[in-house]
């Protein structure tokens, strides 16, 4: 397996890992009432800790459509070297440091994080290319 299929690995692992965190949490504060309900009826109102760990999973979602299909290419094509394992250890670390700079409420590094995990994917995408 390339460095960049165990990067994407363990990135997976990392978002399922805050959507537990974020099950746990919203179970504690919400009740398991409306969580286990069909959703139907708005949201009852959540904390901010909850409310931002709820946008980083979905950012964290949003992040995973575009790394993984990045990661594949370069696999897939052969592409893969030092260079695109850099950027997708620069991905995942960049993931990693978000989640607290989000939940911490911190500005404006929480966006120069994402920044960066946005320019290794594109490094990724560049680089099979080339």
């Known amino acids: 397996m390339t460095p960049e299929l165990t990067t994407l690995a363990l990135a997976l692992l990392l978002h399922l ?3 537990v965190a974020y099950s746990i949490k919203a179970n504690r504060e919400l009740g398991t009432r409306y969580p286990l309900s069909p959703r ?3 949201a009852p109102e959540m904390s901010p800790v909850l409310g931002r760990l709820q946008r980083t999973v979905n950012n964290s979602f949003e992040g995973l ?3 993984t299909p990045a990661v594949l290419i370069v696999a897939l094509s052969g592409q893969a070297n030092q260079a695109t394992a850099g950027a997708a250890a620069c991905f995942l670390i960049a993931r990693i440091l978000y989640i607290p700079a989000y939940l911490m409420g911190l500005v404006p590094w929480r966006s120069l994080v994402w920044g960066f995990s946005f320019f290794a994917i594109l490094a990724l995408v560049v680089a ?3």
């Open 17 to 19: 890992g805050l959507m």
């Open 40 to 42: 139907d009826k708005t």
């Open 65 to 67: 459509t575009l790394f």
């Open 128 to 130: 099979a290319l080339i």
